[in-house]
């Protein structure tokens, strides 16, 4: 365990937001986890992965624990999957390509997804049709609390549309808008995960973008490494790389609406892009709501909407020298505010953010 003062956060964000932990605690082992509750007197902190969906809104005062728990390696061969697991530390890009190399399909939709392995379950993570619940296993994890250790299955974590049990408070934390109800959020840190790759596998390519790769390739039966190859291409085309300019990918979540709201919109605007989902809701484009209420390409202090996604934030500052020109907190939430503020009076919908925001 490395417990360091006063460390700037900016690297640790994949917004490259300037901001301080008065405490920064690296724990590599469950080892470390135990040592660092043994000795800390506070029952507060913040768990950080790869920082790739948070925006900090100031410097972080509670400990800051950054988990780098690596290892990566075929641990069960079951006669339906090869079962891989990953220390929660490992950056999850590199974990997909890894398994591709090691001939495991399953997780190339969702390549390029920046993060680490020990956030994927958070956010329940997917792309392109395929979620991390899709190919869940198992995860273990600690009880910050006690320093035990225990196991949970995939109906256990309450996996939902980038949800999870981790993002909801556990009984007697303070609530906040993130974390509502029961749950472990600010309560267990996840160790290690474990994945279920088919070895049925079939590709998943329902998504316009990927089958106009197919169409365009003249390719009938892609393999799931051509497939990687379409993700990141896509990915790539439309998503800015946060090392050039900061971002936490989609800043909001695509809302759920009724079939009834949703034709009164539609009767109101015809193009806009929905998904009727199998429990009769129907679930809409975010980015074309906000697309439609103009504000791609615009920008507040250094905070901006992206222009070729209109669903992304961006820190215009990335990569300057100059403090000054990189956007705070208080400047992506502004923003964040005022696009929630016009896509409800256009269109009477309530956009969540996906991020945490601390
Ligand atoms: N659209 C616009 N204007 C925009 C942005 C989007 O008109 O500025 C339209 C697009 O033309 C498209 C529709 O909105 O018809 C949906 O856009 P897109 O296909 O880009 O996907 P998304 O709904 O914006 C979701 C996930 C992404 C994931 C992609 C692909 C959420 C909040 N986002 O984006 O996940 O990569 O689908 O599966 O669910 C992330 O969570 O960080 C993320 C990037």
Redesign the pocket.
């Known amino acids: 365990m490395l417990v360091e003062k006063n460390v700037p956060l900016q690297p640790f964000n994949t917004f490259g937001i300037a901001a301080k932990a008065h405490t920064l605690v690296r724990l590599r082992s469950l080892d470390d986890v135990r040592a660092w509750i043994e000795q800390s007197r506070s029952e507060d902190h913040l768990v950080l992965g790869g920082g790739s969906n948070i925006v900090l809104t100031g410097d972080v005062k509670v400990p800051v624990l950054k988990v780098e728990i690596m290892g990566r390696a075929l641990v069960e061969e079951t006669p339906r999957a090869w079962i891989v697991q990953a220390g929660a530390g490992e950056n999850w890009h590199d974990f997909v390509t890894w398994t591709l190399e090691q001939g495991f399909p399953g997780l190339e939709n969702m390549a390029l997804?920046p993060g680490t392995m020990g956030a994927a379950p958070v956010?329940n993570?997917?792309?392109?049709?395929v979620e991390l619940q899709d190919r869940f296993d198992s995860l273990d994890a600690v009880d910050l609390g006690t320093g035990r250790e225990f196991t949970l299955d995939a109906a256990q974590c309450g996996f939902g549309?980038?949800d999870s049990v981790f993002k909801h408070a556990a009984p007697g934390v303070a609530d906040s808008a993130q974390t509502q109800g029961f749950g472990l959020a600010g309560r267990a840190l996840i160790l290690r995960v474990r994945l279920a790759l088919p070895k049925a596998w079939k590709p998943v390519l329902g998504?316009?973008?990927l089958e106009k790769k197919r169409a365009d390739s003249g390719i009938k039966e892609p393999s799931a490494h051509q497939i990687f190859e379409w993700v990141c291409a896509v990915?790539r085309a439309?998503?800015p790389d946060p090392k050039v300019i900061g971002n936490?990918?989609?800043f909001?979540?695509?809302p759920t609406v009724s079939q009834e709201q949703c034709d009164d919109i539609i009767a109101r605007d015809p193009k806009i892009?929905h998904y009727r989902m199998v429990d009769g809701t129907v679930k809409l484009?975010?980015?074309?709501l906000?697309?439609?209420c103009g504000w791609?390409g615009k920008t507040i202090g250094n905070a901006g909407v992206y222009e070729?996604?209109?669903?992304?934030l961006v820190n215009r500052g990335t990569g300057s020298s100059n403090p000054a020109d990189c956007a705070t907190g208080g400047e992506v939430m502004t923003l964040a505010r005022a696009i929630q503020t016009s896509v409800y009076e256009r269109f009477g919908i309530r956009l969540e953010p996906?991020p945490v925001v601390v």
């Open positions: 997804i956010q993570i997917g792309a392109y049709g549309y980038r998504y316009a973008d990915r439309k998503l936490v990918g989609s909001f979540k695509n892009v484009a975010a980015g074309w906000i697309d439609a791609k070729k996604q209109a669903l992304v996906e």
